[in-house]
């Protein structure tokens, strides 16, 4: 189908006010969720980020080892869903994880900016895959995007989609970026028909980064998508997720929206590194009288 025509396909009445209003009261009665077994599940949605220009192998290695006694310390918690990390380094988790159930995801695609050759994207996604990876975080080319060359961010994605084969693949957005939640909608569209695995907000390298208006959004295209498909794509807010509440509000949105169904790691992933330290603490303080100041990864 044309491009056009699949755009036009979906419902293109955003209104800004409307959403900022649906929003608030979603999210106006957080405090009822506010338990240990929302935040114990909340930690399991978790991409342990780690996206810094001085990060090296023994980074990787001592995020990649902490997980590997998380349970041991914390019997009581799941693991987190993912550890997230630069294409150089993902061989040293790959090396240094030894639990199955923890994926291992890599940016990929030039990120964050997205500004190099698209063959240069296809070739780095690759080589994260045979490094070890289980998954891929790409950015969109927002300029591209931006000059109203649709056509182009959906090939781009494509390709990239092609060279994970059957590897998970999250297409971020930048919606900070965007400028319109009209634009957000536009984006999420081109990356679920192009064949992205899950939308994902943002690199966390701009501002802003993660909304919670861009989720809303995001999530009622992935809506439209399994209501004309029956599949599912996955949504992964990101960067500026640091405390309990506000996790908790990108989880009440979601429930809202999509519902019981997507509240898994397969389906939701929040990308965050202080998060998981502060939930800890949160869930520590709320089971016992005695404070602690929990830094674990």
């Known amino acids: 189908m044309e491009l056009n025509k699949i755009l036009t396909s979906y419902n293109q009445d955003i209104k800004d006010e409307v959403i900022e209003k649906t929003i608030k009261k979603i999210t106006g009665n957080v405090s009822s969720i506010y338990t240990v077994d929302t935040l114990k599940k909340i930690f399991g949605f978790i991409d342990l980020t780690t996206l810094n220009h001085t990060d090296n192998e023994e980074r990787a290695k001592l995020f990649a080892e902490n997980v590997n006694k998380f349970k041991s310390d914390f019997p009581d918690m799941p693991d987190v869903a993912a550890i997230c990390v630069y294409p150089t380094l993902v061989k040293a988790v790959k090396k240094n994880l030894k639990i199955d159930n923890v994926n291992i995801a890599s940016v990929t695609g030039g990120f964050p900016s997205s500004q190099t050759f698209i063959d240069i994207k296809v070739a780095e996604t690759k080589k994260v895959f045979e490094n070890g990876a289980d998954e891929a975080d790409m950015v969109i080319s927002v300029g591209t995007f ?3 060359d649709y056509q182009t961010v959906f090939e781009e994605i494509k390709a990239i989609k092609e060279a994970c084969g059957k590897k ?3 297409v971020i957005l930048e919606s900070g970026s965007l400028g319109s939640m009209k634009n957000v909608k536009t984006a ?16 966390g390298k701009t501002s802003p980064a993660a909304t919670l208006e861009a989720v809303y959004v995001m999530a009622e295209t992935v809506k ?23 996790a908790l509000k990108y989880y009440a949105v979601m429930k809202e929206v999509l519902g019981e169904d997507w509240l898994n790691p397969e389906l939701f992933r929040i990308g965050a590194s202080s998060l998981a330290n502060k939930l800890l603490n949160d869930i520590s303080s709320m089971q016992s009288e005695k404070k602690e100041d929990i830094i674990y990864f």
Do not use: N, Q, V
């Open 224 to 246: 439209e998508y399994y209501e004309k498909t029956g599949k599912k794509i996955g949504i992964k807010p990101a960067g500026g997720i640091s405390d309990s509440e506000t």
């Open 168 to 170: 998970h693949l999250k």
């Open 188 to 203: 999420s569209i081109l990356a679920i028909e192009a064949g992205a695995d899950f939308l994902k907000t943002s690199t």
């Open 146 to 148: 931006l000059r109203g």
